[in-house]
């Protein structure tokens, strides 16, 4: 993984064709892979999580997050990528963006008689419960 983002940061397009899974060259872009690397500065790789990719596993996964600027914009890709090993050799199969955390509201509800959290003095119900 970190060799393919450092390709990405070198702009070596030939490098991510030759390091992508030969049963997946067919539907590449190198055209838009070009241009995503010319146009993004990259400015770093965060590995998240690895799983297996060990020595005598066939399959691997790395959960990556990498910082890129973008048109004068910061902007992140995180993505779940699957490696797989083909005649001894480690290649990049694909990768599925990982769904977000459900984010869950931990403060206690406000009730109708209970004075607005938006700092007014009105009871909620008046105020920004109406």
Known sequence: MRSRYSAYAEHAIDYLGDTLHPDHRSDWDRDATRRWSDTAEWLGLEIVATEAGET????????FIATFKER????????????????GRWYYVDGEIPKPQTQ???TPKVGRNDPCPCGSGKKFKKCCGA
């Open 56 to 63: 005598g596993d066939e399959q691997g996964w790395v959960e």
């Open 72 to 87: 004068g914009e910061f902007k992140r890709h995180q993505e779940r990528s699957r490696f797989q090993r083909h005649a």
């Open 104 to 106: 869950r509201h931990v």
